[in-house]
Nanobody
Framework: QVQLVESGGGLVQPGGSLRLSCAAS????????MAWHRQTPGNQRELVAA??????DYADAVRGRFTISRNSAKNTVYLQMDDLKPEDTAVYYC?????????WGQGTQVTVSS
């Protein structure tokens, strides 16, 4: 059974940093695009950053502050979040195309507040 497990969320003050991790495990023979998304109550889930085939892409709201990276040997994707703002508060989800099927993590809460 394939699963994604996220970690690294929490409470941080404005201007602070957090690093999210998402590790894939199970019977894996191919991982394609890995990405991070976020969702706030009453709103649709939105793409934050994606990494595939050596390319990365970011939402305008986080470009220059967030960095996505992958460790292929560990089947893990990271999201380094710097200069966090209150509007970054959300549940963050990772996704990965594993064996040609999109999988989702369980989500991790990020709260930016003083």
């Amino acid at each position: 059974q394939v699963q994604l497990v996220e970690s690294g969320g929490g409470l941080v003050q404005p201007g602070g940093s957090l690093r999210l991790s998402c590790a894939a495990s199970g019977s894996i023979f191919r991982i394609g695009t890995m990405a991070w998304h976020r969702q706030t109550p009453g709103n649709q889930r939105e793409l934050v950053a994606a990494a595939s085939d050596g390319n990365t892409d970011y939402a305008d709201a986080v470009r220059g502050r967030f960095t996505i990276s992958r460790n292929s040997a560990k089947n893990t994707v990271y999201l380094q979040m710097d200069d966090l703002k209150p509007e970054d508060t959300a549940v963050y989800y990772c996704s990965a195309v594993i064996n040609f099927v999109t999988r989702w993590g369980q989500g991790t809460q990020v709260t930016v507040s003083s």
